[in-house]
């Protein structure tokens, strides 16, 4: 297929077009690298430095690249920040999405994958997550990815859009020939922080909340190696139906609190990680993690990592040979 991959510079995009390539597709990036890497886009996949706001581009590249689908990255993506900047959030992720979906349409592009996220949950009233409890999210940045899961629906309905919301939970780890992985400006992210005092470029690492309703006291989370997400993008594309909205849940459905992260990462790199227990986040829920029984039983999807273990190690393989990220490729 020719694939449009938008933020296809970026951590997840990154590794979605190397597995794109790998399988035979010919990929298409278009990335304004506001946070995304050139080195770590795919040599075998052509690339456009251009912004989904630049009207003129996104139609013209629409138009020439006579694509089957388009996987659709580009977005802001720190939960914080959206607090505090929440018009910056509606204008990347929805008012840029919608302007993106009305040259598909104009252009007759029908297969649509989108990374949305477990933040459309909000706070759960149980976990395991399925996909059928409320979507109540609890901040703009999941206000900005329910929105679009809406607008999917209703142009499936209306012009025949076959689109996929995947909702990620704990994005993690690195391809596992450590040459690709994540280098975010700045680190918001536990596993990357962890790993930074690892390499000696933090003192410590801050517990966020050590008096969670959890077993230990801390946050649990569902941790999601790359490799597993970029899979699930290929059978989302695959499957990919007009006129149908889908939506699924990629998680591995296993929880792992922060001091089980740190724990993992003390043995992965045999370092001490000091680790200092520090007040909640603002806005961390206590607990998620999947319930990926439909995405397993619709399209085939299992996870290979899940267990923490490996997916510290393939994201260690990445920051010890990147100890600067992708800033040592230029
Ligand atoms: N944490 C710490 N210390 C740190 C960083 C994080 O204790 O220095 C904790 C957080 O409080 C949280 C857990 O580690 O409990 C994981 O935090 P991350 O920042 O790595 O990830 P989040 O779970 O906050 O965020 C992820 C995605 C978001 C998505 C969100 C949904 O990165 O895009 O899940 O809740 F919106």
């Known amino acids: 297929m020719n694939v449009l991959v938008t933020g296809g510079a970026g951590?997840?995009?990154?590794?979605?077009?190397?597995?794109?390539?790998d399988a035979a597709h010919d990929v298409v990036v278009l990335d304004n690298l506001c946070a995304g890497h050139r080195?770590?886009?795919?040599?075998?996949a052509r690339f456009i430095e251009g912004d989904l706001a630049n009207r003129t581009l996104v139609r013209s590249t629409l138009t020439d690249g006579a694509f089957d689908g388009i996987m659709h990255f580009a977005a802001h993506l720190d939960v914080g920040e959206?607090?505090?900047?929440?018009?910056?959030?509606?204008?990347?992720?929805?008012?840029?999405?919608?302007?993106l979906l009305q040259e598909m349409e104009r252009a007759d592009i029908r297969?649509?994958?989108?990374?949305?996220?477990?933040?459309?949950?909000?706070?759960?009233?149980?976990?395991?997550?399925?996909?059928?409890?409320?979507?109540?999210?609890?901040?703009?940045?999941?206000?900005?990815?329910?929105?679009?899961?809406?607008?999917?629906?209703?142009?499936?309905?209306?012009?025949?859009?076959?689109?996929?919301?995947?909702?990620?939970?704990?994005a993690s780890g690195a391809a596992e020939d450590g040459t690709i992985g994540e280098d975010h400006h700045p680190e918001p992210h536990l596993i990357p922080i962890v790993l930074q005092v690892a390499l000696g470029q933090r003192e410590n690492v801050k517990i966020f909340g050590v008096d969670y309703?959890?077993?230990?006291?801390?946050?649990?989370?569902?941790?999601?190696?790359?490799?597993?997400?970029?899979?699930?993008?290929?059978?989302?594309?695959?499957?990919?139906?007009?006129?149908?909205?889908?939506?699924?849940?990629?998680?591995?459905?296993?929880?792992?609190?922060?001091?089980?992260?740190?724990?993992?990462?003390?043995?992965?790199?045999?370092?001490?990680?000091?680790?200092?227990?520090?007040p909640r986040r603002p806005g961390d829920p206590p607990e998620l993690y999947a319930d990926p029984t439909k995405i397993m039983t619709e399209l085939g999807w299992k996870p290979k990592f899940t267990n923490i273990e490996p997916v510290i190690a393939s994201a260690w393989k990445w920051h010890q040979a990147h100890p600067n990220g992708f800033a040592d490729e230029s």
């Open 213 to 278: 309703p959890t077993p230990d006291g801390t946050a649990v989370r569902d941790y999601i190696h790359m490799d597993d997400l970029a899979r699930a993008h290929l059978l989302a594309l695959d499957s990919q139906e007009p006129g149908t909205f889908r939506y699924y849940n990629v998680g591995t459905g296993t929880g792992t609190s922060v001091k089980e992260v740190i724990d993992a990462a003390r043995r992965v790199t045999g370092h001490e990680i000091p680790a200092i227990p520090s």
């Open 39 to 44: 080195a770590a886009v795919d040599q075998r």
């Open 111 to 170: 297969r649509f994958v989108f990374s949305s996220t477990c933040a459309t949950y909000g706070v759960p009233a149980s976990v395991p997550i399925t996909e059928d409890i409320p979507q109540s999210p609890i901040n703009p940045y999941g206000h900005t990815k329910l929105a679009m899961e809406w607008a999917m629906r209703d142009c499936a309905e209306a012009w025949g859009l076959g689109a996929c919301a995947l909702r990620y939970f704990n």
């Open 82 to 99: 959206s607090v505090s900047q929440p018009l910056k959030y509606y204008e990347n992720n929805v008012i840029n999405t919608v302007r």
């Open 11 to 21: 951590y997840v995009g990154s590794h979605c077009v190397r597995h794109l390539c």
